[in-house]
């Protein structure tokens, strides 16, 4: 019988190890490789080809949402299925969004965890009840000003305040005030975060 190899990316070690050790007493899953940070999820999966990638959304390095990205165009026969905790609506949003087939939490049961693996490793998606209403549950979509869809759409491709100033023709302080005011607009701490709540919400 082919066994469903299973790569594990999460940056707790306890975490890690808990998972292989409850997947590895399946008769029909294999646990290929353990990561404990977006590039490293990345890397062993090239190495590793698994079947499955179970991804923790905030890792250091490189974060759960960029390495799906990363691997559904490096290999797009690999499933991502995110595991999360609350409260971290926008990094899921943007996962699923970049091609991960399913998404449940961390308080899921062993047996949900095993069939939610079996289910999109044949070619299924998955969306467990609780990350469901964690997106629900997010703040409504704000509205933006002409201005502030343009300086996001430079966001998300990686411009800094200076190279959208320039190509805006206008001053690097008033780029700041706007993405400031992005940030407000969109409860969000920082770009990457603003960037990653804006997808979500089909803002650009």
Do not use: C, W
Not at 66 to 79: N, Q
């Amino acid at each position: 019988m082919k066994k469903i190899k299973v790569l594990i990316a999460d940056d707790h070690a306890v975490v890690r190890t808990g998972l292989a050790t409850i997947l590895n007493t399946e008769t029909d899953i294999e646990v290929v490789g353990l990561a404990k940070n977006g590039i490293e999820a990345v890397e062993t999966a090239l190495a590793a080809k698994p079947d499955v990638v179970i991804m923790d959304i905030r890792m250091p390095v490189m974060d759960g949402a960029e390495a799906t990205r990363e691997l559904r165009e490096k290999l797009p026969d690999t499933k991502v299925l995110v595991l999360t905790s609350f409260g971290e609506a926008d990094g899921v949003a943007l996962a699923l969004k970049s091609g991960a087939a399913g998404a449940i939490t961390k308080t899921a049961e062993d047996a949900e965890l095993v069939t939610v693996i079996r289910n999109i490793a044949s070619g299924g998606k998955y969306i467990s009840l609780d990350i469901e209403k964690l997106l629900a549950e997010s703040p409504p979509v704000p509205k933006l000003t002409p201005r502030q869809h343009e300086i996001l759409a430079y966001m998300t491709k990686g411009l800094t305040n200076v190279e959208i100033a320039k190509i805006l023709s206008i001053r690097k302080d008033t780029v700041e005030e706007h993405v400031n005011l992005l940030l407000a607009k969109l409860y969000a701490s920082n770009r990457t975060e603003a960037v990653a709540i804006a997808l979500r919400k089909q803002l650009i």
